[in-house]
Nanobody
Framework: QVQLVESGGGLVQPGESLRLSCEAP????????MGWYRQAPGKQRELVAI???????DYGDSVKGRFTISRDNTKNTVYLQMNSLKPEDTAVYYC????????????WGQGTQVTVSL
């Protein structure tokens, strides 16, 4: 069973920053895409940001200009730098990994809670 280890969530005030990390086992090769998705209570899971092995990126409209995704292929780790956080960013953030040759995500993290509140 492949386990993705997420860290970095927490409680912050509006306007502050957080950095999430997600590490996949070093034994996994051929990761094509690493991504972050989030799910708020009563809402569907939505795209936050994804990054390919060549560092091509895509962002959800609500986070463009505020969040930055990056990746260290040597460590099988993806990061999400979140700046200018808003209360509507409050959600459980999930890390996902899609392998080469796969049409969908193969592995998911357990989720990390991000709460933005006064």
């Amino acid at each position: 069973q492949v386990q993705l280890v997420e860290s970095g969530g927490g409680l912050v005030q509006p306007g502050e920053s957080l950095r999430l990390s997600c590490e996949a086992p070093r034994s996994i090769n051929n990761i094509l895409v690493m991504g972050w998705y989030r799910q708020a209570p009563g809402k569907q899971r939505e795209l936050v940001a994804i990054i390919s092995k060549w560092s091509n990126t895509d962002y959800g409209d609500s986070v463009k200009g505020r969040f930055t995704i990056s990746r260290d292929n040597t460590k099988n780790t993806v990061y999400l730098q979140m700046n200018s956080l808003k209360p509507e960013d409050t959600a459980v953030y999930y890390c996902g990994v899609r392998m080469q040759g796969s049409d969908d995500y193969n592995y998911w993290g357990q989720g990390t809670q991000v709460t933005v509140s006064l």
